[in-house]
């Protein structure tokens, strides 16, 4: 949810990426409550995987917000150690079963 008030200072000529942004993050969240539903172990992994995939588009974004100086060079650091955190939860996640 963080995501959400550093995207509201987002230039709003960039509306495309900050609504993929949006759409990533929530698709994330979405996959997460999805796959602790799940029973079967190899399509949890498989849904798992895809958060990983997912996360690495959120981190990409980012990337990008940063090199077209729509964001600092610390918010970019600090996000991408958040997801950091995040996808070494996922795959422990995967690990643990």
């Known amino acids: 949810m ?7 200072n987002y230039p709003k000529k960039e509306l495309i990426m900050k609504d ?3 759409k990533c993050s ?3 969240l979405e996959l997460i409550y999805y796959a602790n539903q799940l029973d079967d172990i190899n399509m949890k992994m ?6 990983v995939s997912k996360l690495s588009m959120l981190d990409f974004y980012l ?3 940063f090199k077209l100086h729509f964001i600092s060079e610390k918010q970019c650091l ?3 150690n958040d997801l950091l955190v995040i996808t ?5 996640w995967i ?3």
Not at 2 to 8: E, G, K, M, T, V
Not at 46 to 51: E, F, G, L, V
Not at 88 to 92: A, E, F, P, Q, V
């Open 2 to 8: 963080s995501l959400d008030s550093f995207l509201d």
């Open 20 to 22: 993929n942004m949006y």
């Open 26 to 28: 929530y698709e994330i």
């Open 46 to 51: 498989d849904i798992q995987k895809k958060i």
């Open 63 to 65: 990337e990008r917000s």
């Open 78 to 80: 600090n996000k991408s």
């Open 88 to 92: 070494k939860m996922i795959y422990g």
């Open 95 to 97: 690990k643990n079963g």
